[in-house]
């Protein structure tokens, strides 16, 4: 370890976009040397290097010039100017089976792989049954691959890329392939290469596989690498970036409309024609005409530092407000949360009355506040829903009403931040 | 640029880990000293011929492919790239021999030694023009070097070169006519420069196809037909066109043509009928045949030194082309 496997030396890579593409030299000639178009610089001046031995992640949203980055590392795009100087055999993995050749069987297609990364017949003769062995092909390695599966397809290119003994391994998003018996053989074949010494440089949309696996970790934006550091920090910033692009993972605190009731009750029985109402209209027990005694005006979110990062740690306390109007006395309300996580599955589900609060609402406003306290989640952005119910129906529902993220400064993954520790247990010592 | 070799390879120290899954041979022995590969805007010539070198194994493997895939589903498959040429030069047999007589013994022949080397330069420079176009997922998924592509389509050319040869062997002992033995030597020295010319030719289009799809069509036409007629292959140099030339003072402008020179080696080689030749056919008049050039007589040298004047243009066209392709490769995954 210690010496640069690649070196990225300011590469910047610009595109033309043609606003229309001119290829026959009938309309070359007419729009000469005025075709339309824009630069678009997809990377800018990106420098980094990687170490020997060592597993780099690349983060970025789409379009951050992720792709365009691995695809100058492994020689596919020259980058416009700059330079990238690799050390080593590379074996590149940008799209699986990129190279093969319908007609050709499974064994000959290893084989024009093999060569096309750079190994000798002699070198494939000697890996080709560990090939076929991780690509679990068996018999039908003599088949054409025209007639493969695409999971036998995307095995067999990756089993050619990882076997053909590569000191630099590229990899662009083609791990969430095949059955998950084979994306975590995959896996296991990553964490040995990082065993062996060598070095791995991948592109990943899944925060928690870059924590999981790499040493450090290269954030992108715009085309602009805008940190390179640990996995936990460079998701930070990765994370970071994306709230502050406006992104879906933004935390909003949906500040509701000032109760619309004024129109609503003094229509009597009309129904509500605000866009407000409609949203809620078909949530509600009692029908369109009915009168709606108690309405969500405000939810929030908020967690002790709030002001400082738009983001909560795993394990600190969230306390989530919800602000109602009472339009007419009402007993036994009951105040319905759920939390959601990121796919959109729920997490959690409770309500004023199972936790024990009995409440009866006089005419006015008011405020109720859940208190979760050492948040147990991890990584994601995640939806609160609230409910109002009354004894004759629901009384006001917002789905979702908003939105908290949490982040994770350590290295462990998953859903649930479930508290864990690990020691080692003192052994007697054994009298000889 | 940190080329300094560690005293050993970074993975020596953890093959016990590693043994799980790979044998230990290996991970171990075998990865000596290694590349170094620079990705930038300018590689010099040089570098890219040194990377095409490096991947001289893929080129065997393209053109193993490409040869593979086009007799796949046929039946009688390999065997097709030597029916077809001997069944079309049964047709110009019959053709020649029994309706468009012009007289010239064994036509067939003389035919066929410049169609030998015309198919393959032009075979291989219309394959090549649109190969790049047609391996565009390749072209922008995996790197190698680019002008590997078009040397594969010159090279899968050159192998049904050799199958048309045996083809041609056959038919000189059929139709009993004796190549000159003493001027075999003559063929590489023809063919080299063809090569060169084909390669050159076949890696220019090629690259300027991605970006002008005219190209193909152009080529088609040019290399399909214009300058097959610019060569003497159907007709002969002395019989047909030496006298129109000399006349119009186009001679010059006639052997411009570089392939002109190497089709007539090849002729003069295989069909080996220099000097005056007496015609089949015979005069209105007499019993007497009437005789004609077909060929020029040349001494070798002749031969030798036209060849080898083709093989320095061609190698100057070759260099053109490589910094016209290496100016232009840079963005042929952005341009696909």
């Not at chain 1, 792709?67 to 080593?88: A, H």
């Not at chain 1, 070095?199 to 924590?211: A, E, G």
């Not at chain 1, 715009?222 to 390179?228: L, R």
């Not at chain 2, 049904?160 to 006519?177: D, G, K, S, Y």
């Amino acid at each position: 370890m210690g010496s640069v496997a690649v070196d990225v030396r300011g590469v910047s890579k610009r595109f033309r976009l043609y606003h229309e593409k001119y290829t026959s030299l009938k309309e070359k000639v007419i729009h000469i040397g005025r075709i339309p178009h824009e630069d678009l610089w997809a990377l800018q001046d990106v420098s980094f290097d990687v170490k020997e031995g060592e597993t780099v992640g690349i983060l970025g949203r789409n379009g951050s010039g992720k792709s365009t980055l691995l695809k100058c590392v492994c020689g596919v795009l020259q980058p416009s100017s700059g330079e990238v100087v690799v050390r080593g055999k590379l074996a590149g993995l940008l799209e699986l089976g990129a190279g093969f050749q319908q007609e050709l069987s499974g064994r000959e297609n290893i084989y024009l792989n093999g060569s096309m990364l750079g190994l000798s017949k002699r070198e494939v003769d000697r890996m080709f049954d560990d090939i076929v062995e991780f690509a679990e092909l068996g018999q039908f390695i003599d088949n054409q691959v025209k007639f493969y599966s695409s999971g036998m397809y995307v095995r067999l290119g990756f089993a050619v890329a990882v076997n053909v003994d590569p000191d630099v391994l590229v990899i662009d998003e083609v791990l969430a392939v095949g059955d998950e018996r084979f994306q975590r053989k995959c896996m296991d074949r990553i964490k040995q290469f990082q065993k062996e010494g060598r070095t791995i440089l991948f592109v990943s949309h899944s925060p928690d596989q870059v924590r999981s696996i790499c040493d450090r970790a290269v954030v992108l934006s715009d085309g602009q690498m805008i940190g390179m550091g640990p996995p936990g920090e460079a998701v930070r910033l990765f994370r970071e970036r994306l709230l502050e692009a406006g992104d879906v993972l933004a935390l909003r605190v949906e500040q509701l409309e000032p109760p619309a009731e004024a129109s609503a009750t003094e229509d009597g029985g009309a129904p509500g024609e605000t866009a407000d109402v409609q949203v809620a209209t078909g949530h509600l027990a009692g029908g369109a005409d009915h009168v709606r005694p108690i309405r969500i005006t405000e939810v929030s979110a908020s967690y002790p530092e709030a002001d400082r990062r738009p983001y909560l740690l795993p394990g600190e306390t969230l306390v989530v407000r919800v602000g109602y109007q009472v339009a007419e006395p009402t007993d036994n309300v009951i105040f319905q949360i759920d939390v959601r996580s990121p796919d959109g599955s729920a997490l959690f589900q409770t309500d004023s009355e199972i936790l024990g609060l009995q409440f009866d609402a006089p005419v006015g406003p008011g405020a109720v506040e859940f208190h979760f306290e050492d948040l147990p989640l991890f990584d994601g952005a995640y939806d609160i829903t609230v409910g109002i119910r009354t004894p004759r129906g629901m009384s006001d529902w917002r789905e979702p009403a908003c939105r908290f993220e949490v982040m994770n400064p350590g290295r462990s993954t998953g859903v649930v931040a479930l508290p864990c520790r690990v020691a080692v247990v003192p052994q007697e010592p054994v009298a000889p | 640029m940190a080329l300094e070799a560690p005293a050993q390879p970074p993975d020596a120290g953890t093959i016990g880990n590693a043994s799980a899954l790979r044998t230990p041979d290996i991970v171990a022995p075998g990865r000596g000293p290694k590349t170094t590969r620079v990705v930038s805007a300018h590689s010099s010539i040089g570098q890219r011929l040194a990377a095409i070198w490096e991947s001289r194994e893929l080129l065997v493997y393209l053109v193993r492919t490409e040869i593979k895939v086009k007799y796949k589903n046929s039946f009688l498959g390999l065997l097709w790239s030597m029916l077809s040429p001997a069944l079309n030069l049964l047709v110009y047999t019959v053709v020649f021999g029994f309706f468009l007589k012009n007289g010239m013994p064994n036509f067939v022949i003389f035919l066929f030694s410049g169609l030998l080397l015309w198919n393959f330069f032009s075979l291989g420079v219309l394959s090549a023009t649109g190969v790049v176009v047609a391996n565009a997922g390749l072209v922008k998924k995996v790197s190698f070097p680019r002008e590997i592509l078009a040397l594969a389509a010159i090279g899968s050319a050159g192998v049904f070169l050799f199958f048309q040869v045996i083809v041609m062997a056959l038919f000189l002992v059929l139709l009993h006519n004796t190549p000159a033995w003493s001027l075999l030597w003559l063929l590489p020295v023809a063919f080299i420069p063809t090569a060169v010319l084909g390669s050159a030719l076949g890696i220019l289009f090629a690259a300027v196809n991605v970006y002008l799809r005219d190209t193909q069509h152009l080529v088609t036409v040019l290399v399909g037909s214009a300058w097959f007629w610019a060569c003497p292959i159907v007709y002969s140099y002395s019989e047909t066109a030496h006298n129109f030339l000399a006349l119009h003072h186009l001679t010059v402008l006639y052997f411009l043509n570089p392939v002109t020179p190497l089709v007539m080696t090849f002729e003069r080689v295989l069909w080996n009928h220099p000097g005056l030749v007496s015609l089949t056919t015979f005069l209105p008049t007499g019993k007497k045949h009437a005789q004609a050039f077909i060929l020029p007589s040349w001494p070798a040298t002749t031969y030798l030194w036209a060849d080898a004047a083709v093989f320095g243009v061609a190698a100057v066209i070759l260099f053109l082309a490589m910094v016209v392709f290496g100016r232009l490769a840079g963005n042929f995954a952005e341009e696909l």
